[in-house]
Nanobody
């Protein structure tokens, strides 16, 4: 059974850093495109970053460019989201998602509908 489990969230001060992890079971992440999404209270889910199945393409929301980095460790079946210079507006529940659609092999876009499997989310709170 496919399962994605996020971890690494927590409370951090503005300007701080966190690294989120997404560990997969039941699938081999190397065969999947991976996305990170977030949802703040009262707001729609938005895309943060994604990496194509090939690993050659990454995409970032404008609001996180230069601050967040997505990476994958296929040997550990894990995808990471390194978040630096965190701001209060980054506060949200962060979700990882995966899909093996062949259209995502070369590139990905930050569209939740493209991803069929989701984790349960991890809370990130940026506050002083």
């Amino acid at each position: 059974q496919l399962q994605l489990v996020e971890s690494g969230g927590g409370l951090v001060q503005p300007g701080g850093s966190l690294r989120l992890s997404c560990v997969a079971s039941g699938i081999t992440l190397v065969n999947h495109a991976i996305g990170w999404f977030r949802q703040a209270p009262g707001k729609e889910r938005e895309g943060v970053s994604c990496v194509s199945t090939s690993g050659a393409w990454t995409s970032y929301a404008d609001s996180v460019k230069g601050r967040f980095t997505i990476s994958r460790d296929n040997a550990k079946n894990t995808v990471y989201l390194q978040m630096n210079s965190l701001k209060p507006e980054d506060t949200a529940v962060y979700y990882c998602a995966a899909d093996d659609n062949e259209l995502l092999f070369r590139l990905c876009v930050l569209r939740p509908a493209d991803f069929g499997s989701w984790g349960q989310g991890t809370q990130v709170t940026v506050s002083s």
